[in-house]
Structure formats: C-alpha cells, structure tokens
C-alpha cells in the first residue's frame, strides 16, 4: 500500500509562488505515471503536471512556462515549483501516482489572492 501525503499549499499574492511536495510513503522508483491535477470551486478536475509512462513532463498549457514539476527518487517525493501565480491557481492540488494501480493524495489548498 503505498500514501501520498502533500504539503506546501497556502496562500499567496499573485505573482508569488509556492512548491508543493509529494512524499510517497513507498517507493516511486521505477513507478509509473505521476503528477499534479487541481480543481477549482465549481470545476472539474484537471490536469497541471506530469510525468507520463515514458518519462516525458505535460504541462497544462495554462501553467506551462510558470510550473516546473520534478521528482526525488532518492527521497520518494514529487513536486511542483510554482511561480508567477495568478488568482486562477487557486485550488486544491492533488498528487498521483501510478505504481501497480492508481494513488491519490488528499489535497492541498492553493489560494492567490489579486
């Protein structure tokens, strides 16, 4: 059974940014699909970040030149630098991963404030 507990969310003025951590309570190594999705008030839930199957980074094109996702697998943790926030961010962030079947984290509030 493998936990995904985030942390770093907060908030922010636009403009500022924040980094969200991912700690994968087994391990990542190896593993499959895993990233950041968010959902707004009154959205659904999107995709930012990720890394695919393969190893290649997807950004939203919404966050793209502003978000960078990365990973530590010596530490088991994903993350999301994120900078240049604007008051759309706003929202819980999620991470996931993809190792034997499909992990969730429980969320972390993202609020930018204008």
């Known amino acids: 059974q493998v936990q995904l507990v985030e942390s770093g969310g907060g908030l922010v003025q636009a403009g500022g940014s924040l980094r969200l951590s991912c700690a994968a309570s087994?391990?990542?190594?190896?593993?499959?699909?895993m990233g950041w999705y968010r959902q707004a008030p009154g959205k659904q839930r999107e995709l930012a970040a990720a890394?695919?199957?393969?190893?290649?980074?997807v950004y939203a094109d919404s966050v793209k030149g502003r978000f960078t996702i990365s990973r530590d697998n010596a530490n088991n943790t994903l993350y999301l630098q994120m900078s240049s926030l604007k008051p759309e961010d706003t929202a819980v962030y999620y991470c996931?991963?993809?190792?034997?079947?499909?992990?969730w984290g429980q969320g972390t509030q993202v609020t930018v404030s204008s």
């Open positions: 890394f695919t199957s393969g190893g290649q980074i």
């Open positions: 996931y991963a993809v190792i034997i079947k499909l992990y």
């Open positions: 087994g391990s990542i190594l190896g593993g499959g699909p």
